[in-house]
């Protein structure tokens, strides 16, 4: 693909993310997305047969790199170790893909009625693995025994909606602090002495 593509396709994507970010799939018009990468709107089919192919390749773009992060979730691993990366990980694919990630988040509250098939399964093998592994650990001690199915959404939930609620313009926090105020929330929460100590 040549360099023009390359960058065409990519700003078509880009400004996809932000249309679908904001309105959502049915209220997203094709003219408002030319208008917004700055290409005729002719020029979108050339990449794209239409509004439903842009749209998955927009939720594509985000996917692999939201199930990369899940993968972070090893039950051999440490709960210290294999939490700090799933949420310094699942945090970077936030500040890189900012549009994307609400559109994916977006679609997954209305029903996830427009991802495929295959990645559909693909999200519900991935969370069958995170739940099998935040099982292991609690029957280990190695975590406070909780509802898994509601651990597993706040881990997911939780670094998205903290990064994009905190880095709004305007606030100064600095760029290391969400992260940290996370990592600190969800390591200090898990421990197991944290429950022993309360009761």
Request: net charge positive.
């Amino acid at each position: 693909m040549s360099n023009i593509r390359e960058r065409n396709r990519r700003l078509i994507v880009e400004a996809a993310a932000v249309e679908f970010a904001s309105k959502g799939f049915e209220a997203s018009k094709v003219e408002d997305i030319a208008a917004r990468a700055g290409l005729p709107k002719a020029n979108l089919y050339y990449y794209f047969e239409n509004k439903r192919d842009l749209y998955a390749c927009v939720l594509d773009s985000v996917m692999e790199p939201v199930l990369r992060a899940a993968r972070s979730l090893d039950p051999q691993a440490l709960p210290e170790q294999a939490l700090q990366r799933y949420i310094r990980v699942k945090m970077r694919v936030v500040r890189q893909y900012p549009h994307a990630c609400k559109a994916l988040v977006r679609e997954m509250l209305h029903g996830a009625h427009h991802v495929s098939g295959r990645r559909a399964e693909t999200l519900r093998d991935t969370a069958r693995q995170n739940l099998h592994c935040l099982t292991a650990w609690m029957d280990k001690g190695l975590i406070t025994r909780t509802a898994p199915e509601h651990l597993l959404l706040f881990l997911w939930s939780m670094p998205m909606a903290h990064i994009l609620v905190a880095d709004q313009p305007g606030l100064t926090q600095p760029r290391g602090s969400s992260q940290s105020t996370v990592m600190r929330i969800v390591l200090r929460g898990l421990r197991p002495e944290v429950v022993a100590s309360a009761t």
